[in-house]
């Protein structure tokens, strides 16, 4: 017994066999993109191509992405330092960033460093050796100036339930949970990006498109998957 069978629509007689066959394959294409459109996208993944360049050096404007979906629609919870595509509720565009503070978590920004509150009550300070030289140890709230009395500041931010904070990897040309995704916080805007606002978590690099000296260029060389960072945190 079948349990699939391909749906077959009346035909007119006059058609070849040939004929026939082609509009038999354009039938199995279209249903076969209907239901990766309908089904599969909203559940399992989706391509997005990257306009910013806050995730420098790690990925570059105009890659290629495809972001996976599925795990986390049915529970899963995101780790530190995923990679993640987002649409805030104050913004228009989907952004790109990674995951620094999950859930119920105390964050501080102290000495050009992130740090983390652990059960004991003290402050580990977490390793992000993998951003660029030029950010590394000029982490501060206000995304486009690290200076000696911004680093001497502790700041705190204590991110709620099913919640996460952000931050792009070229920190100091990033707006993200520190600048609340735009320009500035205002009294109506958050830090925290709340989880239904996640689209997915960055998984595979295919591609990139992008202009240099008035020309479009595309490379197929960087191919890869987006792995997290080995640290220890």
Request: neutral net charge; hydrophobic residues 40%.
């Amino acid at each position: 017994m079948k349990i699939f069978q391909r749906v077959r629509f009346p035909r007119n007689k006059k058609l070849s066999p040939l004929q026939s066959a082609l509009l038999d394959f354009v039938t199995d294409v279209v249903v076969i993109f209907f239901i990766v459109l309908v089904v599969v996208k909203p559940f399992f993944f989706a391509p997005f191509r990257v306009q910013q360049q806050s995730m420098t050096p790690n990925i570059l404007d105009g890659e290629l992405i495809i972001v996976w979906k599925m795990p986390y629609v049915f529970g899963a919870e995101y780790e530190r330092n995923d990679v993640i595509v987002f649409k805030p509720t104050n913004s228009e565009n989907y952004l790109i960033k990674r995951v620094i503070g999950l859930p119920n978590e105390t964050i501080r920004f102290f000495e050009g460093f992130v740090w983390v509150e652990k059960e004991s009550g003290e402050f580990e300070k977490l390793d992000e050796s993998f951003i660029a030289s030029h950010n590394f140890g000029n982490v501060c709230v206000d995304n486009g100036f690290c200076s000696d009395a911004e680093k001497a500041r502790k700041v705190d931010f204590e991110i709620p339930e099913g919640s996460y904070f952000v931050m792009g990897d070229n920190r100091l040309a990033s707006r993200d949970s520190r600048s609340c995704f735009q320009m500035g916080c205002e009294s109506d805007t958050s830090n925290f990006l709340v989880k239904k606002e996640i689209e997915g978590k960055a998984v595979v690099a295919f591609a990139r498109i992008w202009e240099e000296g008035g020309k479009k260029n595309f490379s197929l060389k960087n191919i890869r998957i987006i792995k997290n960072p080995e640290v220890e945190n």
